[in-house]
């Protein structure tokens, strides 16, 4: 995550393999020191920490250390490519590093709220919980993405615009936005999963069914454009240019083919403990409701990318007005010209973009599991 994610928003640099290795030797050896490290209690006894505490401390510490480090290294890269011959806003990578953190971090928390606050309301009314559990969920993450983009296109798109001559970020950005969007999705998805297991293991019953049903049609009939067509031709006109699908949205539709199933991940490790501790004797996810909202979200999973990728869907690029659009503009979905838009061919926003290699995709996947 340091390198890869906090050093390369920082300073544009990408990590080559050998800083990769050396960063995962000092993980290794912080993990192991703040493992072993002990506290004494005020009864005199002397406890270690946590497995949370130690990856909490673990993070703070490589976080102080190794990212002054990976500065450094990243300074002397540039010097040598004389890549400071560019003009290069560090103000707006250090904006753009803390945005980052703070959608990453503080949407953990927000969701983490959120999943207390179902459980909150679960006791009261669980059909009602299981309600506001999807809605509150979704709000937030479409909140923390509208947040990016408006970071984004402050810090990144327009100052790189080439009528714009003022200084800007280094490197390719955009390879930490759709990332930063992956990680919010599969924040809410977990959220979601895992506030419903943990309702039927305390207290059973089938309000998850239309739960999990009504994010399946409301996921599914965003990503195939079906609201999309509904907001241009029944919306006045403001809000269809308030609304206006741009290249965030479709990162955000996008991602949702890979950032769903990392919260699977953890529930298969529990069943897989609990079958060999208990073997048969009792249900591997507490109860067999449990075992029935697994199931369920996995089969809803698959069936909803399967329609988006099979499927035929209409277009919808005529309900809404791009012509207003600059040409680099990142809110364009469609290719622009002298002769206007063209429908059939994406816009310039979608052009070289790069492939996630191994390590970008630990980072979506670590933060998602570990937060289920």
């Known amino acids: 995550v340091v390198p890869k994610l906090f050093g390369f928003a920082l300073t544009g640099v990408n990590p080559s393999r050998r800083v990769m290795q050396c960063f995962m030797v000092l993980i290794v050896f912080i993990f192991a020191a703040w493992s072993m490290a002990s506290f004494r209690s005020a009864e005199g006894s002397f406890y ?82 299981s309600c506001a559990l999807l809605i509150i969920a ?18 990144v798109s327009r100052p790189r615009n080439p009528r714009c001559d003022s200084a800007r970020l280094n490197g390719d950005q955009r390879r930490l936005l759709d990332m930063s969007i992956q990680i919010l999705h599969s924040y809410k998805q977990s959220t979601v999963l895992i506030s419903l297991l943990a309702g039927e293991a305390v207290t059973p019953g089938y309000t998850w069914i239309f739960s999990l049903i009504l994010g399946f049609v409301m996921h599914t009939s965003e990503r195939v454009g079906i609201l999309t067509v509904l907001r241009g031709e029944f919306c006045p006109r403001w809000i269809r240019k308030r609304e206006r699908p741009d290249c965030f949205s479709e990162f955000q539709n996008q991602v949702r083919f890979t950032s769903g199933y990392p919260r699977f991940v953890p529930v298969i490790g529990v069943a897989a403990a609990r079958l060999i501790s208990f073997g048969g004797s009792k249900p591997i996810l507490f109860n067999d409701m449990c075992i029935a909202v697994f199931i369920t979200a996995i089969c809803l999973e698959v069936l909803g990318d399967l329609l988006v990728w099979k499927v035929h869907w209409p277009r ?43 390590w970008f995709a630990a980072v979506v996947m670590a933060p998602a599991s570990y937060f289920s």
């Open 138 to 155: 979704t709000l937030c993450e479409n909140a923390f993405v509208k947040g990016t983009r408006f970071v984004y296109r402050k810090l």
């Open 316 to 358: 919808w690029g005529h309900y809404y007005d791009f012509e207003g659009l600059d040409i680099f503009e990142m809110g364009h979905l469609f290719a622009a010209d002298s002769e206007g838009v063209h429908v059939d061919h994406v816009a310039l926003g979608f052009q070289g973009m790069r492939s996630h290699d191994v």
């Open 48 to 129: 270690t920490f946590s497995f949370f505490s130690t990856c909490v401390l673990s993070t703070a510490t490589i976080l102080i250390v190794g990212l002054p480090i990976f500065v450094f290294w990243s300074c002397i890269q540039m010097k040598k490519q004389r890549a400071n011959s560019r003009r290069v806003s560090w103000k707006r990578h250090a904006v753009w590093l803390l945005w980052l953190v703070f959608a990453g971090v503080g949407g953990w928390i927000l969701m983490y709220c959120v999943a207390l606050v179902y459980l909150f309301l679960s006791a009261w009314n669980k059909f009602a919980a």
